[in-house]
C-alpha cells in the first residue's frame, strides 16, 4: 500500500466508448462509482487504474497520458487519494473477475451525474468530461 501525504493511493479509471460512461456498482452494491483500487508497491497509477479497470468492470482500452484529476475520500477512519485517468475502451468482456460482485451499465452523461453520489468524483467527472468532449 503506498502512502501520498498520509493519505492511501488509488487509481481509477473513467471508461468511455462513444458518448457513454462505464460505471459499476460498489463492492457492496449501493452506489455507483468507477473502478478504482489501490496502487500496489512497483505499481504505477495508470497500470493500476488498468487492472482495476479490468478486474472490476471487464473492460480492456488504453489511457490518456496525462491524469484528468485526483479527490480525496474518507472510508473506515482512512483517507484515499485517487488519481483518476480517462481510458478510452477497446474491449468489453463478457464475463471478468468480480462480475458476480459487481453490475456494470453504460450511462450518458447526464446519467452519470445522477447516479455518482461522490461529491469529489463528481467533481472530477465533470472536468473530465468537459475536457474530453471538447477535444472530441
Given at each position: 500500500m503506498q502512502l501520498f501525504?498520509?493519505?492511501?493511493?488509488?487509481?481509477a479509471a473513467l471508461?468511455?466508448?462513444?458518448s457513454k460512461t462505464c460505471i459499476i456498482t460498489s463492492s457492496n452494491g449501493k452506489r455507483w462509482v468507477i473502478p478504482k483500487g489501490l496502487i500496489e508497491p512497483g505499481q504505477t497509477a495508470?497500470?493500476?487504474?488498468l487492472q482495476e479497470a479490468w478486474e472490476e468492470a471487464g473492460l480492456v482500452?488504453?489511457?490518456?497520458?496525462?491524469p484528468v484529476g485526483s479527490y480525496i475520500y474518507e472510508?473506515?477512519?482512512n483517507t484515499y487519494h485517487v488519481i483518476v485517468?480517462?481510458?478510452?475502451?477497446t474491449e468489453v468482456a463478457?464475463?471478468?473477475p468480480e462480475q458476480g460482485l459487481r453490475r456494470r451499465t453504460w450511462v450518458s452523461r447526464s446519467g452519470l451525474f445522477e447516479r455518482i453520489a461522490e461529491p469529489g468524483l463528481l467533481e472530477v467527472l465533470r472536468f473530465a468530461l468537459?475536457?474530453?468532449?471538447?477535444?472530441?
Amino acid at each position: 500500500m503506498q502512502l501520498f501525504d498520509g493519505h492511501i493511493r488509488q487509481a481509477a479509471a473513467l471508461p468511455l466508448k462513444g458518448s457513454k460512461t462505464c460505471i459499476i456498482t460498489s463492492s457492496n452494491g449501493k452506489r455507483w462509482v468507477i473502478p478504482k483500487g489501490l496502487i500496489e508497491p512497483g505499481q504505477t497509477a495508470g497500470e493500476a487504474a488498468l487492472q482495476e479497470a479490468w478486474e472490476e468492470a471487464g473492460l480492456v482500452g488504453t489511457l490518456h497520458s496525462e491524469p484528468v484529476g485526483s479527490y480525496i475520500y474518507e472510508k473506515y477512519g482512512n483517507t484515499y487519494h485517487v488519481i483518476v485517468f480517462v481510458m478510452d475502451v477497446t474491449e468489453v468482456a463478457t464475463e471478468w473477475p468480480e462480475q458476480g460482485l459487481r453490475r456494470r451499465t453504460w450511462v450518458s452523461r447526464s446519467g452519470l451525474f445522477e447516479r455518482i453520489a461522490e461529491p469529489g468524483l463528481l467533481e472530477v467527472l465533470r472536468f473530465a468530461l468537459e475536457k474530453h468532449y471538447a477535444t472530441v
